[in-house]
């Protein structure tokens, strides 16, 4: 009997040994499957940081900074040509408007000097002279150019060139234009000829 009792005690121990068994193995597994993650994590982490390499990155930066540098100088030496070229057509035909307004004034003093061998009245003569004179003034005046008054004005060397003082006039005609010798004209408000004055000393 007491056979019979350790044989069936020894058959219930087997079964609790093979689930200590099982229970030991999938521990072990879930252990090994914790270091697997974790090695895999870290093996990502290594290759992200691998990724972002500072000297590649700072060559990456170089690049492009190099690229935008050769870009703007390039554009600045097409902008420089651009305008190189521009200024020297200015030069070369920066008088085409003025002439261009001036050939109908030279068309009448041409039709005017044909006229005049034909006739010998001088009033004729000096009307003719004096509607070319008033068209040119008219053509200056759409080019910006005027002339500077002088009638009665204090003399000013902005716009004044004394060539003559004139003494004993009085007190009122000091410092006073006198006389206008040669006129002067502006050009947009620029002085381009000074006016040729007589002064009152």
Do not use: W
């Not at 069936?8 to 879930?30: G, I, V, Y």
């Not at 090994?32 to 990502?44: I, K, M, V």
Request: proline share 3%; glycine share 6%; net charge negative.
């Amino acid at each position: 009997m007491e056979e019979n009792k350790k044989i069936q005690e020894e058959e219930t121990m087997q079964p609790n040994d093979e689930t200590a068994t099982d229970s030991m193995n999938t521990d072990s597994q879930e252990n090994t499957e914790c270091q697997e993650s974790n090695e895999n994590a870290d093996g990502a982490q290594d290759t992200a940081n691998a990724e972002v390499d500072p000297l590649e990155e700072a060559k990456h930066q170089i690049e492009e900074l190099k690229d935008k540098y050769l870009r703007s100088v390039a554009e600045f030496d097409n902008y420089r040509k651009r305008t190189l070229k521009e200024k020297t057509e200015l030069i070369l035909n920066g008088g085409e408007k003025a002439i261009t307004a001036i050939l109908p004034v030279l068309d009448d003093m041409e039709r005017a000097i044909e006229n005049g061998v034909k006739t010998e009245d001088p009033a004729v003569l000096r009307e003719g002279m004096e509607l070319i004179h008033s068209k040119f003034m008219k053509v200056l005046e759409t080019l910006g150019v005027k002339p500077i008054d002088t009638a009665d004005a204090d003399f000013d060397t902005d716009v004044h060139e004394a060539i003559a003082m004139v003494p004993g006039m009085g007190d009122d005609k000091k410092g006073k234009v006198l006389d206008c010798i040669m006129k002067g004209y502006k050009l947009n408000d620029k002085v381009i000829r000074h006016a040729k004055v007589a002064v009152g000393q």
